[in-house]
């Protein structure tokens, strides 16, 4: 008898899709959500990767233009009130508020270096924002993934306690298949958890790093225009 049911489960396919495909409906579609959970925080992480990598490049690129001497004044006109690169539009933020502070005559308007301060904080802000775009995912994805897979499971092993009691049978080729199916659940689930958990967390201190780069910017460009109203009283 033990036998025939070792012969029986070595006909029984165990590879991926043979699990899937006779996995009950309820166990397939916890699957499916689990894999498409999976391939949209990976497109998130790569998606992050290309920012940050960018994001850095254009801050590099920025500040040794920002500290090459050139006039402030003129490397606004070159930069634009509304550029593309992160680090230029915290200087933009600055510098726009620097030009509405003066006067027709030429005179500044009291509180300028405070509206100065307020401007550039509301542009990171925004950056930081934008950098934290899709990173709750991940969040939702590692924190979620375990146990919508082990919810996966405990149907599935329930359906192959109904199979058993149904064929009276609890020989390994009945047993064997229910298992493994309900399993491979809880094995999607922690695939797709645990990189968006690493990843997360990787993210997440790249992006606080980038802003604090934003914001050590920030402080030394509201130095240097604070050292010209000082010098314009």
């Not at 199979?163 to 199916?181: C, D, M, R, Y």
């Amino acid at each position: 008898m033990e036998t025939e049911a070792l012969a029986l489960a070595q006909e029984i396919d165990f590879s991926l899709w043979g699990l899937f495909a006779r996995a009950t409906l309820t166990v397939k579609l916890v699957m499916l959500l689990l894999i498409l959970a999976s391939f949209w925080a990976w497109a998130v992480i790569v998606q992050k990767f290309v920012d940050y990598r960018r994001a850095r490049a254009e801050a590099e690129r920025f500040e040794a233009a920002f500290w090459s001497g050139e006039p402030l004044d003129e490397l606004y006109d070159r930069t634009g009130p509304n550029p593309d690169g992160a680090a230029e539009r915290v200087f933009a933020a600055g510098m726009a508020e620097w030009s509405r502070s003066h006067r027709q005559d030429g005179g500044l308007i009291p509180g300028a270096q405070a509206r100065i301060d307020r401007s550039m904080d509301v542009a990171i802000q925004k950056e930081a924002a934008r950098l934290n775009k899709g990173l709750p995912l991940l969040a939702t994805v590692g924190s979620t993934a375990p146990f919508i897979g082990l919810f996966g499971t405990v149907w599935g092993i329930m359906n192959a306690f109904i199979e058993i009691a149904e064929q009276q049978n609890t020989s390994l080729a009945v047993v064997a298949p229910g298992i493994a199916e309900a399993l491979l659940a809880t094995g999607l689930g922690l695939l797709a958890a645990i990189p968006a958990v690493i990843f997360y967390n990787k993210l997440s201190a790249d992006a606080d790093r980038i802003v604090s780069g934003h914001e050590a910017f920030a402080d030394e460009f509201s130095t240097i225009l604070g050292r010209q109203l000082d010098e314009a009283a």
